[in-house]
């Protein structure tokens, strides 16, 4: 069964300094991961996904993520926190299998504080 | 393109009731599923459908159910409402479901009281 653990409930950094959102996955085939990020009061958007081509995945509003299956991690970076990146960031693991079509498993979920 | 629309955005209801949600795809997309959001649960699976079909439940009771027409529009209806049906519901599109990247809509904040 597929899952992922993001390892910090919440994180807050200054404007302009680096952002460092933490996922660790755990799937038995190569995954699909996603990164999502929720506004308040908004549904989700999707920052970036990776789907078994470049490790290094490159999304919207200067986030990447890298795909490390050794370490089985997805983490989320920035070079440089803006105020309006303050939200909720989901990591996502789509499920395997012809019986789980259309299942997205959501982490829990990391709270980004940016301070000015 | 337009985007996914959820109507109506906000609903209050009484335990006991029934409650009809809707779901507007992006056009082309075929695949819409439904995810349940709470501050205790987080985000979980609720059901997929794909060509009227639906070809996924996640662990909910069957209070909990769907629908798909012929325009890939969906509804989801949960019957006899409890307190903890309370959560912002959310749906998503998507062109083929499996491993596709789903796009989701604004969802309907319902309250049960």
Not at chain 1, 66 to 75: A, G, L, V, W, Y
Not at chain 2, 9 to 29: D, E, F
Not at chain 2, 52 to 79: A, C, H, I, L, Y
């Amino acid at each position: 069964a597929q899952s992922v653990t993001q390892l910090d409930s919440h994180v807050s950094v200054s404007e302009g300094t680096p952002v460092l959102l933490r996922c660790n996955y755990s799937s038995s085939y190569s995954p699909s991961l996603f990164w999502y990020v929720q506004h308040p009061n908004k549904g989700l958007q999707l920052l970036l996904k990776y789907t078994s081509a470049a490790t290094l995945v490159k999304g919207i509003n200067g986030f990447e993520a890298e795909f490390k299956k050794s370490e089985t991690s997805f983490h989320l970076t920035k070079p440089s926190a803006h105020m309006s990146d303050a939200a909720e960031y989901f990591c996502v693991v789509s499920a395997y299998g012809s019986s789980n079509t259309g299942k997205l498993i959501f982490g829990q979920g990391t709270t980004l504080q940016v301070k000015p | 393109k337009a985007g996914v629309t959820q109507t109506p955005r906000y609903l209050i209801k009484t335990r006991g009731q029934q409650v009809t949600l809707s779901c507007s795809p992006i056009s082309g997309h075929r695949s819409v599923s439904w995810y349940q959001q709470t501050p205790g649960q987080g985000l979980q699976f609720l059901f997929e459908y794909f060509s009227e079909t639906q070809r996924n439940k996640g662990n909910f009771p069957g209070r909990f159910s769907g629908r798909q027409f012929s325009n890939s529009r969906s509804e989801m209806n949960v019957s006899t409402l409890e307190l903890g049906d309370s959560a912002l519901y959310l749906c998503a599109s998507s062109l083929q479901g499996a491993y596709n990247e789903q796009f989701f809509g604004p969802g309907t904040r319902l309250t049960v009281l």
